[in-house]
């Protein structure tokens, strides 16, 4: 099964979002800890980052605390 160019998504290293924010990488961290950031955890445990939610994330500011509730 192969993906279309078009369906794949590109992912960021945290050294990259925090260049983007400005920020240490561990900063990048702890907001994706405290839910302000969701991450996907590679096969090594490492953790990447949507750069479409990054890039929507930037317009807005610096992310808040997601809502849980539904």
């Known amino acids: 099964m192969s993906a279309r160019a078009d369906e794949v998504e590109t992912l960021l290293t945290p050294a990259e979002v925090a260049a983007l924010f ?3 990488p561990k900063t990048v961290t702890r907001w994706a800890k405290a839910g302000k950031l969701s991450s996907i955890r590679t096969l090594g445990g ?3 980052y949507r750069e479409a939610e ?3 994330l ?3 500011g610096v992310p808040q605390q997601r809502s849980t509730e539904g």
């Open 22 to 24: 400005r920020v240490d």
């Open 46 to 48: 490492h953790r990447r």
């Open 54 to 56: 990054v890039r929507a």
């Open 58 to 60: 930037l317009d807005g």
